[in-house]
């Protein structure tokens, strides 16, 4: 997926590069890809398929992840709740099907709990499918609650598109 050629090249190999060791929460362990060779850093995956490390290692990653990493199988938004951990980065990878996120967890109140478990000085990165120029109400509705809580934001997108493509021009 390019956007974890992208979260490695621009997070996480500069954090094991260089520097003391960092903490990492990948909200969405996923395939466990995200810092899948980093042995340096601290990384905590937490989804709610409590099956999703046994067969991660067995059949996609044909290795068992390395001490560095943590598996916790629990509802992203609880683990928030219940943690007082703070991470130096913090990855929102949440997801119930390929394109959709799970309503719970698009909300300002969850990211405002992702911003609580940030360090001094921890960035946040989120994985968002949506129109790269704001063409439907979910795409500006995303954008509006990630800004209300991280008023200094990144935007990358990481598929092409065209910027010149017919869209909904309520978005100027």
Do not use: C
């Amino acid at each position: 997926f390019d956007y974890v050629a992208f979260v490695d090249e621009n997070f996480i190999a500069p954090a094991r590069d260089q520097g003391p060791e960092k903490s990492m929460l990948i909200l969405g362990a996923g395939g466990f890809t995200i810092g899948r060779t980093d042995i340096k850093n601290k990384y905590v995956y937490v989804d709610i398929d409590s099956a999703l490390k046994d067969v991660a290692e067995r059949q996609f990653l044909k290795e068992n992840l390395t001490p560095n990493k943590t598996f916790i199988p629990m509802d992203a938004r609880a683990f928030l709740i219940q943690s007082q951990e703070k991470y130096d980065f913090i990855l929102v990878d949440l997801f119930r099907d390929p394109v959709s996120m799970p309503e719970n967890v698009i909300t300002r109140e969850f990211f405002e709990e992702v911003k609580k478990h940030l360090a001094p000085g921890g960035v946040m990165a989120a994985n968002v499918f949506a129109s790269a120029v704001f063409a439907d109400d979910y795409s500006r509705n995303i954008d509006a609650t990630l800004r209300a809580v991280f008023p200094v934001l990144n935007r990358q997108v990481v598929q092409p598109f065209s910027a010149w493509a017919a869209r909904d021009k309520s978005w100027r």
